[in-house]
């Protein structure tokens, strides 16, 4: 146990040591959130550019814990062009995210304000800090607390960028207890374009009205209904509104081996864009199979014909159908099974 001294003098030094201390600490504190609130307001993304001098700044010199936390997109600019690995897109969804949590934020009396700071950070001008943190595969997105240091930080898995900002943003409420609020997606159309086609709708207004009164359009059309008719079908059962809602990606990168790509994923929480196109496919083929079996072939006089058609249709069919069964069992890992009863 410390001795407790006992001269007056020295302990009124070591009081105002300790507050001058804490002041400065303190003072550092604000000084460098509010830097990180000048140089993201700076950006027009949100994003704040950071390089190796930058993070020991903001991270590694300072005590812990920092009164902010810091969430960073590890980028590398010559990688882009490969559509596989969607670096542009992610960061670009990432950035929607830090925008959206600036503009829910602003108001300085929100408990969020000044609290998260989001960050990228590209290989060429950081490749220092790239090995601080360990990060040797892109994507990769890294959530420090206020209390962790690069090596103990949290990396964003693939499952929490799949549904991009949305499941971004789930990621980090989850672990900050901050609100990062709605998304704000730009409009699919700015005003001007919006104009233009209002104008060029009503240029050739009279045109279709001609048209329509003719009966000359793909609506009198009955192959058009014909196309129309299979393409809702395909729609309906290969899951397009739920990857559409949930923002499913077609495909993942393999987290073992980065130049494998992942179309089936296992797992009944989870379903990727391949095999809803897979399933729909294979459903289709059943589904038209029927519809020429009860439409087409029943007008055919050549009964051998029929015979060979149906025979090939109903194989084709029961292969389709037993490839969906085996991609759920596998998926949920539940088996579905032909029972036979006793007496037979």
Known sequence: MAAIPKSPFLLLVIVLFSLISLAVSSESDDDR??????????????????????????????KTPRPYWIVIFFDALQLHEKSELRLKELRTEFALVASSYIANSKDPSSPSHGKLFFCDVEFKESQSSFALFGVNALPHIRLIAPHQGPKESDQMDQGDFSRLAESMAEFLESKTNLVVGPIHRPPLFSR?????????????????????????????????????????????????????????????????????????????????????????????????????????????????????????????????????????????????????????
């Open 33 to 62: 959130v509010s830097e990180l609130l000048t140089l993201q307001s700076r950006s027009q993304s949100g994003l704040i550019r950071l390089n190796d001098q930058s993070i020991s700044r903001y991270l590694t010199s300072v």
């Open 192 to 344: 001007g374009q919006l104009i233009l086609i209002a104008l060029g709708f009503l240029i050739t207004l009279p045109f279709i009205v001609k048209k329509i009164l003719a009966g000359q359009t793909l609506l009198h059309d009955r192959k058009f209904w014909l196309l129309g008719a299979v393409f809702v079908y395909f729609f309906s059962v290969s899951g397009a509104m739920h990857n559409i809602i949930r923002k499913m990606p077609m495909f993942l990168l393999d987290r073992n081996d980065p130049s494998k790509l992942i179309f089936f994923y296992q797992g009944s929480g989870m379903q990727l864009g391949a095999e809803g196109f897979a399933v729909g496919f294979l459903y289709t083929i059943v589904g038209l199979l029927m519809a020429f079996m009860s439409h087409v072939l029943v007008k055919v006089k050549n009964v051998n014909v029929q015979r060979v058609f149906m025979i090939f249709a109903l194989l084709v069919s029961f292969w389709s159908v037993k490839k969906v069964v085996y991609l759920d069992n596998w998926k949920t890992g539940y088996g579905v099974h032909g029972y036979w009863p006793s007496s037979w």
